[in-house]
């Protein structure tokens, strides 16, 4: 039996029905596919690719064509999971006509099904064009981190009630706007149930508590691929730099011993 596909409406049954949504980032075909396999309900094509994937310190590094290579390779393994892409640092902020013709390549060029962007008010005028074109959004607040030189840090925002108070405003706007979803990155638990309960759209949090609709990690975090990045919002499933470092040695040690390949591994 085809499995049923995921849309932007299935997740906002899923928030109406009180079934939690999970999201995992991939950047890859091979990754993508055994995430959709095991059932994953949005798969995030993340701008922590420049980080996971290309080795910078921050998102701002990565481009739209970048973006747009891992997004088709990641659309090519998935038959269910919706797919949802980041447009990078740079590909939206100068105006809302830029921010449109971005997103109309992601959609045209990988096949995804909608697009994720940073910021509130500031962007609005965007996210309304590109909700006008016809292309899903889903907004993304409180830590953001293609604003991490203003930020200074990585630190848990919105703890101030200023900052708060911009931030529901922000979710309020993007609601009203039409997005069907929103991050909530790093932010007291207390604030994100608050914008969960006010919103009808779904509220999915990275390190924003157990209250918000559903919840994502970066893939390498949740594999445990890197060993550097524990902060407590982290949950590692597996510690696969353990097993892949092993396994490599034994590869490099039966190479050099002449143990691999032996006769039945040659042709
Ligand atoms: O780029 C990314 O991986 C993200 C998640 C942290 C939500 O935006």
Redesign the pocket.
Known sequence: MVPKKITTHSLQNMKANGEKISMI?AYDFSFARLFDQAGIDVI?V???ASNVMAGHET?LPITLDQMIYHASSVIRGVSRSLVIV?LPFGSYQSNSKEALISAIRIMKETGAHGV?LEGGEEVMESVKRILAAGVPVMG?LGLT?QSIYKFGTYTVRAKEEMEAKKLKMDAALLEQAGCFGV?L?KIPALLAKEVAEATSIPVIG?GAGKYCDGQ?L?MHDLLGINTEFKPRFLRQYLKLHEPITQAVQQYIKDVKSNDFPSEQEQY
Do not use: A, C, F, N
């Open positions: 980032t995030l993340g701008d922590s998102t980041d994720k993304h981190p991050v990155e990275i994502v970066v």
